[in-house]
């Protein structure tokens, strides 16, 4: 008898490579393309694996599936999974580890160097004409000058200290996680917050750092620093963000998450012109749109080949 693999959803990106492999592998297949509780488990009652995107899947979801043995992410966030409910169930939880590092290291910088140089509003200003008119949009500063903080020193982080390396003054994080490593200072946690020009979030979204980036962090934070998250958007609080931004205590920031996806139209950080913002596209690559597919359905296949190690 065959196992019985469902696709919760799969955000933007074709599942045709996934289904293929799960297919050779002697798996029955169901896409479903929902979050609606309901429909996943009328769907996935009698799942073996569940392949999930962005639909929360919670303890009540969970202790429906009866037949569950496996959980795999299309991310390697785990966020939008009740992790305890699953640990109960004895249902395993893997993830794409490392996949997507190189990717939202690069979107990091990327953004990063865009916001301190105001590439988005000298372009604007190229499309009007607007050669050598003062007062200028931006006048950025020197980035050799400045101080880069990294706030989570995992695959990510280490790739964003390592690619900002020859390009600001210095270099530091802060991990409780991770030994010191001697090609870049490690400092205490409110040391970073108080003394970093740009801090960098590079850690993952748990329920203990949601909204961590409050009002009372944010004053902390270096008078004129700039913030920029590619993580997850619930570590940073957008009303108290905007209200840093406005206060003209933060100079800038730039985003790839922000709390609440897509953005409500309220959100005070949408429009924003002290926000660079992009929507949740760290890491895509012409690598990724494939591997994130076939990664995803090669862990369930290697789970139950006892192969699987996230």
């Known amino acids: 008898m065959s196992r019985l693999a469902v696709y919760t959803d799969t955000d933007d ?3 045709a490579d996934g289904i293929e492999l799960l297919k050779a592998a002697g798996f029955e297949v169901v896409r479903l393309e929902t979050h609606n509780p309901t429909e996943i488990v009328k769907a996935a009652r009698n799942a073996h694996a569940l392949l999930v995107g962005y639909a ?5 979801l969970i202790d429906q599936l009866e037949s569950l043995d496996v959980v795999s992410m299309l991310s390697t966030g785990t966020d939008n999974v009740d992790t305890a409910a699953l640990s109960e169930r004895s249902v395993a939880l893997v993830t794409l580890g490392a996949l997507p590092a190189e990717e939202v290291a690069t979107h990091t910088i990327a953004l990063t160097l865009s916001m301190l ?3 988005a509003p000298f372009a604007d ?3 009007r004409r607007e050669w050598f008119k003062t007062p200028y949009p931006v006048v950025p500063p020197r980035l050799s000058q400045m101080k880069l903080g990294v706030l989570g020193f995992g ?3 280490q790739l964003v200290a390592k690619y900002s390396a020859q390009i600001f003054g210095s270099v530091v994080y802060h991990d409780p996680f991770i030994s010191p490593r001697s090609e870049f200072k490690s400092v205490g946690f409110d040391q970073l917050i108080a003394e970093s020009d740009v801090l960098s979030i590079n850690i993952p979204a748990t329920p203990e750092n949601k909204h961590l980036f409050s009002a009372d962090l944010f004053a902390a ?3 004129g620093s700039y913030l920029v998250n590619a993580s997850r958007g619930s570590i940073v609080n957008s009303v108290a963000l905007a209200a840093a931004l406005k206060s003209g205590h933060l100079a800038g920031a730039a985003l790839d998450v922000i709390d609440g996806e897509p953005a409500d139209r309220h959100n005070p950080l949408l429009n924003n012109p002290k926000v660079l913002l992009t929507p949740h596209v760290a890491y895509l690559s012409e690598f990724t749109q494939k591997a994130y597919i076939t990664v995803q359905a090669q862990n369930v296949i290697d789970f139950y080949d006892g192969k699987q190690d996230n």
């Open 13 to 15: 990106l074709d599942p």
């Open 56 to 60: 929360p899947i919670t303890k009540e």
């Open 117 to 119: 140089r105001g590439i």
């Open 125 to 127: 200003a190229a499309k």
């Open 155 to 157: 695959r990510i982080g």
């Open 221 to 223: 934070m270096k008078p």
